[in-house]
């Protein structure tokens, strides 16, 4: 793992073939990146940057990737021009901080079905890791916590999570900071989203769509991520891109 460059996580069941978004982070230099990597979300990224000369402002970012082009899959509502925000994380620890949140409710499974892109050993690269989280079970949540940390990696109740295999990463940069995760399966009742995270309900089963919404913890100033069904007539009247996933 001392090589390691990325990282793919998606949540879901071998068994009954279903699976959440595929999610790609990894680093290069000093900074760390996250992007779906799902075709009709190709401009959405977060960008975590490190001082250097190519980052005259280190910072974190969710943006827009200007490398990409627009998908005309793809539909966004970006409300207050969200996507250009920085934020700064919440310190847990000195030189810790908890950057991300993937959420993944149970509700998203029941239709959410893909074909898993990994198979095998040979479809990674040896500088890359896949990595499956547990589907969460019903008023369960699967959420997936990013930490940042300087000079070592950070795990949080460390002997339990090595137990439950809840682990992966950690990633490291150019300026020796680790980027770890940890998968941690909890009550959504006890554990609420934040109000701005959660988009439009769908009408009826026609109306929804599967997508993603995001926000800054108003609170702790971290990034939240959760994928979850969204009103497809929602996203045509409020979006002003193109046809949304089919």
Same mark, same amino acid.
């Given at each position: 793992?001392?090589?390691?460059?990325?990282?793919?996580?998606?949540?879901?069941? $071998?068994?009954?073939?279903?699976?959440?978004?595929?999610?790609?982070?990894?680093?290069?230099?000093?900074?760390?990146?996250?992007?779906? $990597?799902?075709?009709?979300?190709?401009?959405?990224?977060?960008?975590?940057?490190?001082?250097?000369?190519?980052? #005259?402002? #280190?910072? *974190?970012?969710?943006? &827009?990737?200007? /490398? /990409?082009?627009? /998908?005309?899959?793809? &539909?966004?509502?970006?409300?207050?021009?969200?996507?250009?925000?920085?934020?700064?994380? &919440?310190?847990?620890?000195?030189?810790?901080?908890?950057?991300?949140?993937?959420? *993944?409710?149970?509700?998203?499974?029941?239709?959410?079905?893909?074909?898993?892109?990994?198979?095998?050993?040979?479809?990674?690269?040896?500088?890359?890791?896949? $990595?499956?989280?547990?589907?969460?079970?019903?008023?369960?949540?699967?959420?997936?916590?990013?930490?940042?940390?300087?000079?070592?990696?950070?795990?949080?109740?460390?002997?339990?999570? &090595?137990? @439950?295999?809840?682990?992966?990463?950690?990633?490291?940069?150019?300026?020796? @900071?680790?980027?770890?995760?940890?998968?941690?399966?909890?009550?959504?009742?006890?554990? %609420?989203?934040?109000? @701005?995270?959660?988009?439009?309900? #769908?009408?009826?089963?026609?109306?929804?769509?599967?997508? *993603?919404?995001?926000?800054?913890?108003?609170?702790?100033?971290?990034? =939240?991520?959760?994928?979850? =069904?969204?009103?497809?007539?929602?996203?045509?009247?409020?979006?002003?891109?193109? %046809?949304?996933?089919?």
């Amino acid at each position: 793992m001392a090589n390691l460059k990325s990282i793919y996580i998606v949540v879901g069941d $071998r068994q009954t073939n279903q699976y959440s978004y595929v999610w790609r982070i990894w680093w290069h230099g000093t900074s760390f990146y996250i992007k779906c $990597r799902n075709d009709a979300f190709p401009e959405f990224k977060v960008s975590l940057h490190g001082a250097d000369s190519f980052h #005259p402002e #280190p910072g *974190f970012i969710v943006g &827009r990737d200007q /490398s /990409s082009s627009p /998908s005309p899959l793809s &539909r966004m509502i970006d409300k207050s021009n969200f996507l250009g925000s920085r934020f700064s994380g &919440r310190k847990v620890a000195d030189d810790v901080l908890h950057i991300v949140t993937f959420r *993944f409710g149970a509700d998203l499974f029941a239709k959410a079905t893909t074909e898993l892109p990994f198979t095998g050993p040979q479809n990674i690269r040896p500088s890359a890791a896949a $990595r499956l989280a547990v589907m969460p079970l019903e008023g369960e949540v699967t959420d997936i916590h990013l930490y940042l940390s300087k000079g070592k990696p950070y795990v949080q109740h460390e002997e339990k999570a &090595r137990r @439950e295999n809840a682990i992966f990463g950690p990633l490291r940069n150019n300026q020796d @900071e680790y980027l770890t995760g940890l998968v941690n399966k909890c009550s959504l009742s006890k554990n %609420p989203s934040p109000s @701005e995270l959660l988009v439009p309900t #769908p009408l009826n089963e026609t109306d929804q769509v599967h997508g *993603f919404g995001a926000t800054i913890d108003p609170k702790g100033g971290f990034l =939240w991520i959760a994928e979850q =069904w969204m009103s497809r007539e929602a996203l045509i009247s409020g979006s002003s891109a193109h %046809p949304i996933p089919q």
